[in-house]
Antibody, heavy 122, light 108 residues
């Protein structure tokens, strides 16, 4: 299993970024996928989850209405569109794979990518 | 939201000794709890899921116990590579996941 994030960078407050996570080594469409972030020197914060089919999406209150999670099964890629970025969104963003291929339920994360850094600053 | 509280924030232990880390949930999470290890500059690594099941490739010196609101992670004989930050993670109210703030395990 390999998860490789990209798309991070420096953006001004109010700006947008789209993160990508290229997945390989497993049947991508069978597993829910999530984004988890970690601010510098801080703990882990769940951001968003999408079901294996892509039909169900969930967001933390802190990003609801600003971030959109999606997936492209043909490309084995997970995305996070981030709009109206704020200073408090600055973090290392990890994509993570669900531990079990169970439709309609969500589990622990058995694999994580190395992360992509988002910096929000004027 | 289920709040996960880990203690202590920092634990100083000598190599070869036992370390016990605690995680408490603000409401019952059943056995839907995982532990991760994170080393500087690295992604978290799954150690334990379902409160007590070791993930693939995790050495037997790592063990997890508990259910409901009280959980522990024990490392029976610390090796140099075990000094890291450990996070607990509840997935009972999934996918509205929450994590503990972490326990830093440092060399005494």
């Amino acid at each position: 299993v390999q998860l490789v994030e990209s798309g991070g960078g420096l953006v001004k407050p109010g700006g947008s970024l789209r993160l990508s996570c290229a997945a390989s080594g497993f049947t991508f469409s069978s597993y829910a996928m999530s984004w988890v972030r970690q601010a510098p020197g801080k703990g882990l914060e769940w951001v968003s989850t999408i079901s294996g089919s892509g039909d169900s999406v969930y967001y933390a209150d802190s990003v609801k209405g600003r971030f959109t999670i999606s997936r492209d099964t043909s490309k084995n890629t997970l995305y996070l569109q981030m709009n109206s970025l704020r200073a408090e969104d600055m973090a290392l963003y990890y994509c993570a794979k669900d531990g079990l291929p169970v439709v309609g339920d969500y589990w622990y994360f058995d694999y994580w990518g190395q992360g992509t850094r988002v910096t929000v600053s004027s | 939201e289920i709040v996960m509280t880990q203690s202590p924030a920092t634990l100083s232990v000598s190599p070869g000794e036992r370390a016990t880390l605690s995680c408490r949930a603000s409401q019952s999470v059943g056995s839907n709890l995982a532990w991760y290890q994170q080393k500087p500059g690295q992604a978290p690594r799954l150690l334990i899921y379902a409160a007590s099941t070791r993930a693939t490739g995790i050495p037997a010196r790592f063990s997890g116990r508990g259910s409901g609101t009280e959980f522990t992670l024990t490392i029976s004989s610390l090796q140099s590579e075990d000094f890291a930050v450990y996070f607990c993670h509840q997935y009972n109210k999934s996918p509205f996941y929450t994590f503990g703030q972490g326990t830093k395990l440092e060399i005494k």
